[in-house]
């Protein structure tokens, strides 16, 4: 009678061990960690492919604006085409305006802090640090500027000729 009690515990035990076998459960774990990896390295291509395919497409608008045999919707002597071309119209005029000149205000602030921290430093590790950050933030001060021109006289003028007075 005892022996017939056992067999159903030791068939049991065999089925549960050979659930819980150390390669049972390392094939388990190596067929679970084969999915997930092929999952995550497809949404890995995923994410790269559609990376690379914004950089080409921002590339090729770019080249667009700047070739004005490729770029049909841009006219410099439209101001409206202009304005489109920077993402906004008429309505939006006074409101960026206002951004651009609260921006330039800001920029000064922070070379007004940057100036004072050149005065304070006494490394030239420093000053050399604190001289291509403000050069950094006057050549975006430039840029933001002749944006504002721009919208403020609405004419279009090209960076390069408003910087050497050609316009």
């Known amino acids: 009678m005892k022996n017939s009690q056992k067999e159903p515990k030791e068939k049991k035990s065999s089925k549960l061990w050979q659930q819980i076998s150390p390669i049972s459960t390392a094939t388990n774990l190596f067929k679970t960690t084969s999915n997930s990896l092929k999952e995550q390295s497809s949404l890995n291509l995923d994410f790269i492919t559609r990376g690379f ?8 608008k770019l080249r667009e604006m700047n070739n004005p045999k490729l770029n049909k919707k841009f006219n410099p002597d439209d101001f409206d085409s202009v304005l489109k071309s920077w993402g ?12 651009l000149s609260l921006e330039l205000f800001s920029y000064f602030i922070v070379l007004l802090f940057l100036a004072f921290g050149m005065y304070t430093s006494n490394t030239l590790f420093t000053y050399i640090i604190l001289v291509v950050v403000i050069l950094m933030i006057l050549f975006v001060m430039l840029a933001r500027y ?11 003028v090209f960076f390069k000729d408003w910087l050497t007075g050609n316009y």
């Open 53 to 60: 395919k914004t950089v080409i497409h921002r590339s090729q």
């Open 88 to 99: 906004m119209d008429r309505g939006d005029l006074a409101l960026v305006k206002r951004g």
């Open 146 to 156: 002749w944006r504002l021109w721009v919208l403020r006289n609405e004419e279009f």
